[in-house]
T-cell receptor, first 113, second 112 residues
Framework: DAGVIQSPRHEVTEMGQEVTLRCKPISGHNSLFWYRQTMMRGLELLIYFNNNVPIDDSGMPEDRFSAKMPNASFSTLKIQPSEPRDSAVYFC???????????FGSGTRLTVV | GEDVEQSLFLSVREGDSSVINCTYTDSSSTYLYWYKQEPGAGLQLLTYIFSNMDMKQDQRLTVLLNKKDKHLSLRIADTQTGDSAIYFCAGSSGAGSYQLTFGKGTKLSVIP
């Protein structure tokens, strides 16, 4: 099993540009999570999908952020337009049953200049 | 919701034991977790403990849970330089909840 796969690993973009982060969860996992990690705020849950359906997006900071999960093997997190304060490491995680914990991807380090 | 607190830094000498502490607020958390994050990597699940257990041991790792005080600890025996990382405590946000709430992490530095 290749684990949770995220792409790209690093992204540098200019303010105002659209950014799309991608995630492939572990096959058979039915829950997918997007987290953001910063030094100041630690790990923040942005959105949670269960069986491809968004269940809780209350952590999405504002309308510039959107996430989709068109099928069980793919999810995207889009920021449009991007701002310097969006610079962070974005993690995708998946699980089958949350009680057994999540499996995290390696993250995408986003830098908005 | 759950609130999870950890001290930010811990420094130990190689070969000594490390104890990383965590407190949480939600007494209905069913499972509590320890994750490890190495530089430039994602979080790796180290171990977890069910709320009806007091202790769980897995090789060099020992997890202690004090439900009365809502205190969780991770002991690493014979700490090695490869154990240098950030360790996160996490708890579920209530019975059956999907959401894990993470502490801010404890950075463990192992001195050779």
């Amino acid at each position: 099993d290749a684990g949770v796969i995220q792409s790209p690993r690093h992204e540098v973009t200019e303010m105002g540009q659209e950014v799309t982060l991608r995630c492939k969860p572990i096959s058979g996992h039915n829950s997918l999570f997007w987290y953001r990690q910063t030094m100041m705020r630690g790990l923040e849950l942005l959105i949670y999908f269960n069986n491809n359906v968004p269940i809780d997006d209350s952590g999405m900071p504002e309308d510039r952020f959107s996430a989709k999960m068109p099928n069980a093997s793919f999810s995207t997190l889009k920021i449009q337009p991007s701002e310097p304060r969006d610079s962070a490491v974005y993690f995708c995680a998946s699980s089958f049953e949350v009680n057994y914990g999540y499996t995290f991807g390696s993250g995408t380090r986003l830098t908005v200049v | 919701g759950e609130d999870v607190e950890q001290s930010l830094f811990l420094s130990v000498r190689e070969g000594d034991s490390s104890v990383i502490n965590c407190t949480y607020t939600d007494s209905s958390s069913t499972y509590l977790y320890w994750y490890k994050q190495e530089p430039g990597a994602g979080l790796q699940l180290l171990t977890y403990i069910f709320s009806n257990m007091d202790m769980k041991q897995d090789q060099r790792l020992t997890v202690l849970l004090n439900k009365k005080d809502k205190h969780l600890s991770l002991r690493i025996a014979d700490t090695q330089t490869g154990d240098s990382a950030i360790y996160f405590c996490a708890g579920s946000s209530g019975a059956g909840s999907y959401q894990l709430t993470f502490g801010k992490g404890t950075k463990l530095s192992v001195i050779p």
